[in-house]
């Protein structure tokens, strides 16, 4: 029966816990809608044969609704809404609120494709590997403008904003390949930023994860230069590359030593002072311009002699860089990539 | 501007015609009124306008202090 | 002073259809008389004007858009041109049509002849709404000449803030357009306030004013808010600054809540004016008072304040609290509270009426179809956790067309049939009306069912190229939308012929009892003979001696 009315509701099948919840409801809301709006229609055609004119300009008697239909009128409509908001409500809190212990990834959505990074696994374009019946986290940011991350079949959207992290979660109940759609609209090519989920039953998934971080895989994912020249590794080993090679560990050290320019261990979120007595948060946004703008907000003690950047570093460079810096903090006993965010994102409850 | 045609509908007996009552009005109080009521919503539009921009101002100046140094 | 006719003139049938030879449409001549004019009833007939042909522009955008999402893959122009396409459809329509229409046209021409007075309470401010709605225009529309906008019609940063498609004329057109708006407005809220003929209390007041005050109210105070978004846009695209770029140290979600304050009680100001049409079209035209006079004046007052609460709910994937979601949902489910009191009170007007079926009173019907399917599943997507699904996809495209067209424009082609004998002393061709009404309501239906059905499925908004699947479905809509364009057509075609040729109206072809109708067609320049002193309700239908039926349902 239900399987019927998704049919004739266009809707794609359920392949997350949460898409079931969503259907239910959505099957009610809309036989409610459709009997009301077809009803009031007919109603109104009724009443036009009912009560059409038999006698040019008759007069008409004065009708007027009494206290109770209002009442009746008023209540039922607003009942049957709060209804539907506290049922819609509730799937929703449990839909924001993602479970303990969940696979975390990371999303970078940007125009126009969509990067994915394991914490502790390969980076890829396009295309997700996720296990099925296990709950699956994923935390976005965009690189530019806002996206929208959409799997139809999952019932899932999250908008991906600049600037910010969102987070979104599913469980996949089915293996298959499902559809990534940007719904927020971000310039020519918005309509053919698509991606791809690939869930895969746990055992199978395991195995290929073990494949994919030895490098050894046979089966081709990223699709085209990522820009980090199809480096198999996390973004923070690739950002580690970068900084020796563009020679950021001749004047920053990443075991707490200040040397010519302020260390990196413990830098991200830092309270710094800066030469001209302000405070500022290093966050992503300072060590991004740092990068670009060295001599604009230099830390006090040190001398402004860093060179720009500019021109030397791509975006997925400085992005790896950021990524590398956050993951240095002195809890951590080896430079290796974090397991959980280092973050908490905005809202979370 | 008033120069546009006769106005009827007044007729000739009007009692004292005074010179600021514009046509579609029917006394000098009602015209009064009608502007004094205006005036004060457009004012409060006005503070709509600005309010955003004030309220952006000190919300930003007090998230970012240092850098209003 | 001479006595005060007093309002309660019964029309016999057979009195002889007479066209009044002097009238405000010819009184004065020459085309000055009019761009300098201060008569209501002339700046309503230019804004009749400016905004068809607005809606003509808006229109064939739109066909540009379906034609072009016939085939999945790239059929008849590229990617930027045809977002370009989109946003000038939604610019031009919204800005252009849907918020001036009803306002400026009828609200214009009729309000002060519903309260029985000459003209608003600022005739010249009238004239520079006019005014400023043409500067505000001719510069959004200029857009399309340097290049086009390509942001959608929702300007949301930072995509607004970076793109390099000119932007700068557009927002500030929206910018002006604004003033128009809010002049408008603070001219119709002194004019009901200050300008009521005696006798025209304000439970007598026609509910076409109630509504159109409570529109005046939302334009007042919200349009502000979206011409500051508008403007620090363009101030930041200018002077760099950061202020929704989070590059620069800005907040993109701080653009979408000043954006959003402004544009849900927007829609509101497109909805209330229409509402008020089809209260007086339902009356009159079924020759009845209407059922609930005082909960459907209420009722405006009330979407009118709470709307101002809801904008959140275009907002729920943005990553907003959970907290702040639930109460957006629960705010806009009140809203549609109000909506639903004034569909019953409409069919309790028709029942027990004495109902002629004419081409008003068909858009009528379509309209009481459409708001009740559009206002429900507005419901649906307020309902947080059927919008995630939902959200930017076809259906809340869906949603808000069945407001927007098959709601506002239904009631604007309602109210242009009810009102276009008073406007202009001439019928139009009953015939032909009904037909274009129903290639209309067909073809919407058409058009946009199959929207509902694409976002279902999972198409989202604003795109050019879409997965094969969505294919049969966007056929259908385009092929719907060759019957409503068709419709449109045949509606712009019998009226001019009307105007030309048409048959003598007469002051008061439909027997209607609205205030309006108490003057002659088209009316004198001075809207009545002497001021009129009103003894009865707006929409009351006894023939005197006759013994008055109550029913309390």
Known sequence: MTDLMRRMLWLPEQASTFASAVDRLHFIVVTVTMIASVGVGLMAFAFFFIYRERVERASTPIVNPGARFEFVVI?????????????????YVWYATPPKDTFDVYVMGKKWM????????????????????????????SRDVIHSFYVPDFRIKQDVVPGRYTETWFQATKPGRYQVLCAEYCGTWHSQMWGEIVVMPAPEFDAWMADQKRGLSTRVDTGGDDGMGNFRGSIV???????????????????????????????????????????????????TDSMIDPRGKVVKGFKPVMPTFKGRLTAPDTAALVEYIKSLHSNSLENTPSKEAVYEPAGRH | M?????????????????????????????????????????????????AGIFVGYAVYRHIYHETFH | MSQPAVIDHFEAPTDEPEYKKINYLNVDRGVRSWLLTLDHKRIGVMYMASVLLFFLVGGIFAMLVRLELTTPEPTLISANTYNRAFTLHGVIMIFLFMIPA??????????????????????????????????????????MATGGLDTGWTFYAPYSTTTPATTFPALLGVFILGFSSILTGLNFIVTVHSLRAPGITWMRLPLFVWALYATSIIQVLATPVVGLAALLVGIERVGGFGLFDPGRGGDPILFQHLFWFYSHPAVYIMVLPGMGVISEVIAAMSRKNVF???????????????????????????????LDNGAFAVISMLIGVFTAIKVFNWIGTLYKGSIAVKTPLLYACGFLFFIVFGGMTGIAVATVSLDVHWHDTYFVVAHFHFIMVGGVIMAFLAGLHYWFPKMFGKMYHEGWGMTAAAFIILGFNATFIPQFLLG??????????????????????TAGSSLLAFGFVIILIYLI???????????????SRGYEWETSSPPIKENFEVTPVITRDPHSYQNPGEEVEHVVV
Request: glycine share 10%.
């Open chain 1, 75 to 91: 209540v039922v409509p607003l009942f049957m809404f709060l209804w539907w908001f506290v049922v819609g409500y509730r799937d």
């Open chain 1, 114 to 141: 969509w990067k994915f990074a394991y914490p502790e696994g390969p980076n890829a374009v396009g295309t997700l590997h996720v296990p099925a019946d296990r709950p699956v986290r994923l935390l976005m940011t």
């Open chain 1, 237 to 287: 080993e690739y950002g580690k590359r970068v900084a020796v090679s563009q020679g950021c560990l001749k004047c920053h050290t990443v075991d707490g030593e200040p040397h010519i320019g302020p260390t990196w261990l413990d830098m991200y979120m830092r309270k710094e002072t800066l030469e001209t007595g302000e405070t500022i948060i290093a966050d992503e946004a300072y060590l």
């Open chain 2, 2 to 50: 008033s120069s546009s045609s006769a106005v009827a509908g007044h007729g000739d007996d009007h009692g004292e015609h005074n010179s600021h009552l514009a046509h579609h009005f029917e006394t000098i109080e009602q015209q009064d009124h009608a502007i004094r009521l205006g005036m004060w919503l457009f004012l409060a539009t006005e503070v709509l306008l600005f």
């Open chain 3, 102 to 143: 009803i306002p400026g046209i009828f609200g214009n021409f009729f309000i002060p002849l519903m309260v029985g007075a000459k003209d608003v309470a600022f005739p010249r401010l009238n004239l520079l709404s006019l005014y400023v709605f043409w500067a505000g225009a001719i510069l959004a529309v200029s857009a």
């Open chain 3, 292 to 322: 609930g006079y005082k909960m459907v004046a209420y009722s405006s007052l009330g979407i009118a304040f709470v709307g101002f609460f809801a904008w959140g709910h275009h907002m729920f994937v943005t990553g907003q609290s959970v």
């Open chain 3, 456 to 477: 279902n499925a999972g198409m989202p908004r604003r795109y050019y190229m879409y997965p094969e699947r969505f294919t049969a479905l966007n056929v259908a809509s």
């Open chain 3, 497 to 511: 012929f009307a105007l030309v040729r048409g048959k003598v109206a007469g002051s008061n072809p439909w027997g």
